[in-house]
C-alpha cells in the first residue's frame, strides 16, 4: 500500500461503513484504530446493532475515510473490506488507542482492506492512488 495512504489512514479515527440488506442498504459511523500488518482497520459496535447483523450477514463492506475541507484541500478514502471478529492482537491495538472503551460491553471486529482508491487534492497530478490486495 502506498506510503500516503497509509500516513492517512493513520491520521484519522472515524469511518463510515455501508452494509446491505437485499435491496437496501445501511450506513454507520465508527471509530478506528489501524493495525498496519494486517492492512485492517478495528472497530468497537454491538453485536446486537443493526450494521453489524447486516455485517455477519454480507462481510464485504464499503467504507469512506473522509474529512471535509475546501475542494483544494480534499482528501478522502474510498475502500473496500471484508467484516470479522477482531484478532486478540487487533483488541490489543484497538484498546491501547481507545482505552476507555475496556468500559464497554460492545466487541470488536476488524475490516481487512482488500480495495481503496485514495484521494488527495493537494497532490495535484496524482491525486488518486489506487490499491488492490
Not at 478514502?77 to 464497554?104: D, H, T, W
Amino acid at each position: 500500500m502506498d506510503k500516503k495512504i497509509l500516513e492517512y489512514i493513520k491520521s484519522m479515527q472515524l469511518l463510515s461503513l455501508a452494509v446491505r440488506e437485499d435491496e437496501e442498504v445501511y450506513i454507520a459511523n465508527v471509530f478506528y484504530a489501524f493495525d498496519e500488518s494486517n492492512l485492517a482497520l478495528i472497530f468497537s459496535s454491538y453485536e446486537e446493532s443493526k450494521h453489524i447483523q447486516l455485517a455477519f450477514l454480507n462481510p464485504k463492506i464499503a467504507l469512506s475515510i473522509a474529512k471535509e475541507d475546501k475542494i483544494a484541500l480534499l482528501k478522502g478514502l474510498q475502500a473496500k473490506a471484508l467484516f470479522k471478529e477482531a484478532s486478540k492482537e487487533q483488541s490489543r491495538i484497538y484498546y491501547k488507542k481507545f482505552p476507555f472503551a475496556r468500559l464497554s460491553h460492545a466487541k470488536l471486529y476488524a475490516l481487512e482492506l482488500f480495495w481503496a482508491k485514495f484521494t488527495d487534492n493537494t497532490l495535484m497530478l496524482d491525486s488518486k492512488l489506487e490499491f488492490k490486495r
